[in-house]
């Protein structure tokens, strides 16, 4: 199923599939959050913004504005 | 003349490029566990083996070659271009091991650039507690590199690092990648228009962001028959590097690096459930602020009266032991109470400055930043705004300049405004003497009153920057992209020896930086109080004692009432009393005014010139707080510093700017005179009527 990363709850996984928005900033990119790299819900703050996040290892908080650009495939419950 | 090469130290933020940097130079630059540190461009000097001297170049931490905010900047300018004299002849990447893949991003870039480069892997101590090991020779290969393994807290490995960067010359400037593999034409076009520049650097010259390159892109314009790209299409490129790249890497580090997860042991998922759940971060954040406010109140109550009283001592052992003479009263009257004002709160600031110090090296300022983005961004301010407003408890201008990491403008634009709201160590020295002066101390709650009003007084001036900025994000009309994207750090313990230095060095410069200004200021102040024009003040005994012959005074209080009158009419009372219109309606007499007027030099000079005011015109051993409890208002007679009075002085410190060196540093970083007078004049008119207001309802 795939879905955007707003929808992505504490404590699942999930795959990104498409980053290419034009509004997803280079660095996050440059980050790590490309095709292809896992994905993990660590801590949201209230409202679920900004999510605290953990794509392969490397942690790091964005906005809401910006997962939702960011497409993923839920892997687990 | 031995030779000097140029050596730059670049990397992810928060890689330890500046403990690199301090270990090779023995210099003290400031650490900390927050990305975003080194903001700005520091220099040191290094001795290499076989007498080759380096220049060494710390840098700001950067993702990547494509500056998305001012401090990354810093490093791209310097490496496209190659005249500038700091350019360097190696470049040492540093790369933190455990986030090794993110970092060889930059690595491959800067490789790409054809610079001899070093690879640091640094905190290696932390590979046995992660499971990670590395095949350094395979990986030397892979990246066509040499690679230095350090671990700057261990001190191990920099030798090592010294011995490759001395053999700089056998360093391979092979690309790890091929930029023209992006889009085969468009590159080849580019190499036909350009043939004599280095393609990798054309295209980063193209893709800079128009914000921030001062880059030429004129030269690429001209050519006419090149067809440049859209935006979009430019950055659909980027991208398509970046993934590049990013296979490159895994493919790499597949061989290179293993990582044993059964031995990897992590502290951070546990801490962070705590520290920043919804409910419990926020609580354990306020609790933090209170015990930092306690601390400063309580703590350093004891070290502080005993200060107060040894300058006191000091000052009448000075009178007693020297001979007489206008030199002896410069000293006993106008610098040693000057200097006293100011060391007084050492405690309290060496207090402040290690609390900052260790959230800032503890990996926790990060987290606030993710607690508080959503809160800030209704302020128009963003998350990363938290730091400076932090940081700016301690000192504005530190603060200010640590906006740079802000990406959007507007948002960096209104933090670098509100920041001066922020009750900074300089207001210290005032809130706490008028507090000890004006308000009971009974306690509530376990917590003092006195420190109790202290915290309204930090918590005043976060509304007044958070109010500020709401206003200012509607009035402003500047449209810029706003993202947001935090690094969340690993927590660290924090080294103890960071902190300390931290911390001394800091108060060093608060109480040497101040020592200067107040040295300067009390000498004429001195000056001033004790000469003046006119009959009534060279002649001020005889037209005292006439006035009282009738009243029987004795000996002392005669001596007194010359005094006074000497005071009133000299130079600096004149002054004053000039001015003395002015202020009468906030409830301040003649001699608080002279100590606002020189306070917007810097706050902390206020208690200070009253010292040195009051001690001018008396000869008995006082603490300063004794005096200025002692004094009168001359109209309305009780205590001068009572409870209307004071609250009056504490809210116009509160919100007047008076720092020069704060508009020094606003002028710089907006880069137009236009906002630091905006503040100036705005804070100082918003005090006055706030304190004119306060002062007429308590009375
Ligand atoms: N465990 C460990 N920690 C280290 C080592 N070197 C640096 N650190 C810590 O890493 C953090 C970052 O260090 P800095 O030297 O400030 O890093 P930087 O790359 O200059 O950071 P920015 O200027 O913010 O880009 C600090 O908390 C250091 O104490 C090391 O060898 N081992
Ligand atoms: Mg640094």
Redesign the interface.
């Known amino acids: 199923m795939q879905v955007t990363l707003a929808h992505l709850k504490r404590g699942e996984r999930a795959i990104i599939v498409d980053?290419?928005s034009?509004n997803i900033?280079?660095?996050?990119?440059?980050?790590?959050c490309?095709?292809g790299n896992e994905v993990e819900l660590?801590?949201?703050?209230?409202?679920s913004?900004?999510m605290?996040l953990n794509i392969?290892?490397?942690?790091?908080?964005?906005?809401k504005e910006?997962a939702i650009h960011i497409i993923i495939e839920i892997t687990n419950e | 003349m031995s030779k000097q090469i140029n050596v730059a130290l670049i990397g992810n933020p928060n890689t330890g490029k500046t403990s690199v940097f301090n270990s090779l130079t023995g210099l003290n630059q400031k650490v900390g566990n927050y990305p975003g540190i080194t903001v700005e461009k520091k220099e040191g000097i290094c001795k290499l083996p076989r007498g080759v001297k380096a220049h060494i170049i710390d840098l700001p931490g950067t993702?990547?070659l494509?500056a998305?905010s001012l401090d990354e900047n810093v490093v791209i300018e310097l490496l496209l271009n190659k005249n500038d004299k700091d350019f360097p002849d190696v470049a040492v990447v540093v790369s933190d091991v455990e986030?090794l893949?993110?970092n060889l991003?930059l690595f491959t870039q800067i490789k790409d650039l054809e610079i001899p480069t070093v690879l640091v892997i640094n905190m290696s101590d932390r590979m046995k507690y992660k499971g990670i090991s590395l095949d350094i020779p395979y990986l030397e290969s892979q990246l066509q590199t040499k690679i230095a393994l350090v671990s700057t807290r261990k001190n191990e490995g920099i030798d090592n690092l010294k011995t490759l960067i001395s053999n700089y010359k056998e360093l391979s400037i092979t690309p790890c990648l091929n930029a023209s593999e992006i889009d085969k034409e468009y590159f080849d076009n580019l190499r036909k228009a350009f043939p004599n520049q280095l393609l990798y650097k054309l295209w980063l010259v193209i893709t800079q962001d128009v914000n921030f390159g001062k880059t030429d892109r004129n030269e690429i314009d001209a050519v006419a028959d090149f067809k440049t790209k859209t935006k979009?299409d430019l950055?659909?490129l980027?991208?398509k590097e970046?993934?590049k790249r990013?296979q490159f890497i895994n493919n790499t580090l597949k061989k290179g690096q293993t990582i044993d997860l059964s031995t990897a042991k992590d502290l951070?998922?546990k801490l962070?459930?705590i520290l920043?759940?919804?409910i419990w971060g926020y609580a354990i954040f306020l609790v933090i602020l209170l015990t930092i406010f306690q601390a400063i109140y309580d703590w350093s109550a004891i070290p502080m009266d005993f200060i107060d009283s040894s300058f006191a001592s000091l000052s009448e052992w000075t009178k007693n032991s020297l001979p007489e003479g206008a030199f002896t009263s410069l000293l006993a009257e106008g610098i040693i109470p000057g200097l006293g004002g100011i060391v007084i709160f050492i405690p309290q600031i060496a207090f402040l400055f290690l609390f900052i110090s260790v959230l800032e090296e503890s990996g926790y300022m990060?987290r606030v930043?993710?607690?508080m983005?959503?809160g800030m961004r209704r302020f128009g301010l963003s998350?990363k705004s938290v730091v400076p407003l932090i940081s700016g408890t301690a000192c504005a201008i530190p603060a200010i300049m640590a906006t740079r990491n802000i990406e959007s403008w507007k948002e960096r634009l209104i933090t670098i405004l509100v920041t001066p709201f922020t009750t900074c160590s300089a207001r210290l020295p005032v809130y706490l003497i008028i507090i000890s002066l004006v308000i009971p101390e009974g306690r509530f709650l376990g917590l003092g009153y006195q420190a109790l009003t202290l915290m309204l007084l930090y918590l005043i001036g976060f509304g007044a920057a958070l109010i500020s900025a709401m206003i200012l994000n509607k009035v402003l009309k500047i449209k810029s992209k706003s993202?947001?994207?935090?690094?969340?750090?690993n927590y660290k313990l924090p080294l103890i020896k960071n902190v300390a230095l931290t911390v001394v060095e800091k108060t060093k410069s608060f109480v040497f930086g101040a020592g200067k200004i107040i040295l300067a200021i009390s000498i004429v102040l001195w000056f001033l109080a004790s000469y003046g024009p006119g009959e009534e003040f060279n002649n001020a005994e005889e037209i005292v004692t006439e006035k009282f012959a009738s009243k029987h005074l004795t000996e002392e209080e005669l001596q007194n009432e010359i005094a006074s009158q000497k005071l009133e009419y000299s130079f600096i009372g004149l002054t004053g009393r000039a001015i003395e219109p002015a202020i009468r309606p906030l409830g301040y007499d003649w001699k608080i005014g002279i100590a606002i007027v020189s306070s917007f030099a810097a706050r902390e000079v206020f208690v200070g010139t009253l010292a040195t005011i009051y001690s001018v015109g008396s000869d008995e051993e006082e603490t300063i707080k004794n005096r200025m409890a002692g004094e009168v208002n001359p109209i309305l007679g009780g205590p001068l510093f009572n409870f209307a009075s004071g609250i009056s002085l504490l809210l116009f410190y509160a919100f007047a700017m008076q720092c020069m060196s704060t508009l020094a540093i606003v002028k710089r970083e907006t880069n137009s005179w236009k906002w630091p007078i905006l503040q100036l004049v705005l804070m100082s008119v918003f005090a006055y009527v706030v304190a004119f207001i306060a002062f007429q309802i308590l009375i």
Do not use: W
């Open positions: 980053v290419s034009i900033p280079l660095k996050l990119l440059e980050m790590g490309l095709p660590v801590q949201v703050a209230p409202f913004d900004p605290y392969n290892g490397t942690h790091l908080a964005i906005r910006t | 993702y990547s494509n998305s986030n893949k993110r991003l979009a950055k659909r980027q991208q970046t993934i990013y951070r998922i962070d459930r920043t759940h919804k990060s930043v993710f607690l983005d959503r998350g993202f947001f994207v935090v690094e969340m750090p």
